[in-house]
């Protein structure tokens, strides 16, 4: 398996995907093609024998020179439990050290579980919210009205 | 009329207003609040006696070094006519002037007849693309499935 950096085309192959890879929640709005575009040195796909089966967009902080964020994060199901997660958030972490930033963000939502337990057994630590749901700390309409979101963070190096 | 920076609490004031600004079309969804959190050096508010009237969220591609992108501008449908979009867009110029930008670019729905004659007024080239929708050149399926676009560029200096 192969990990490079995204390219613009790949947007086409992937966007039809991803409602697909989400259990058919509706997340390919969540991701325009501008993702795509302006933030190839800090996104990653991951590709077996020429199939594209994960990927990772991230990007630098513009306003917190120490802060990188993590936007999206998808692996094709039937490629999951084979560490390629683990390879891209590596490839972003190795990204971000190379200019300097040592906080990544990411958000998800609560119905997120898998995400939940993911990230923190990457070492992501959640941020305290104000209210709690399944146990976990929540920010209430943090992303618009019942768009409640877990805040991580985590710093590296 | 004052223009400054965006802050991310300004994302709980404009989230809301978002809709009802842009005749009902289902556009906050387009607008999540990482936009308000990470791009605060090019991303603009204009404010009148304390009231937000229009904004602009913008940002430097990371990936390549000459160019930047205009995500999302919208006025107080009460405030237009008063040259606040073109005080906004003047600012993200400045800002992106001290960055050694000097390629802008933006995309709009071929259904936003206004947002294609306003780039058109500002000094935006039309990018060709594959199809021509009433007498404009328009990429087809570009952000999705029947999501057709418009794509505008703009040299600066």
């Not at 930033?101 to 104000?130: C, L, W």
Request: proline letters at 3%.
């Amino acid at each position: 398996m192969e990990i490079r950096n995204v390219k613009s085309s790949d947007y086409y192959i992937i966007s039809p995907l991803i409602n697909e890879w989400w259990d058919g929640r509706e997340m390919s709005n969540k991701l325009p093609k501008l993702f795509f575009d302006y933030f190839n040195n800090t996104s990653f796909i991951a590709e077996k024998d020429g199939e594209i089966v994960g990927f990772l967009i991230g990007f630098l902080s513009q306003s917190d020179t120490n802060v990188a964020y993590i936007h999206f994060v998808s692996v094709n199901p039937e490629f999951r439990k084979k560490q390629i997660g683990r390879r891209l958030y590596n490839a972003f972490f190795n990204s971000i050290k190379k200019n300097n930033r040592n906080v990544v963000r990411a958000v998800t939502s609560p119905v997120n579980k898998a995400s939940i337990v993911y990230h923190t057994k990457m070492g992501f630590n959640i941020e305290k919210g104000d209210i709690e749901i399944d146990g976990v700390s929540v920010f209430s309409d943090y992303d618009g009205i019942n768009q409640d979101r877990v805040l991580f963070v985590k710093k590296t190096n």
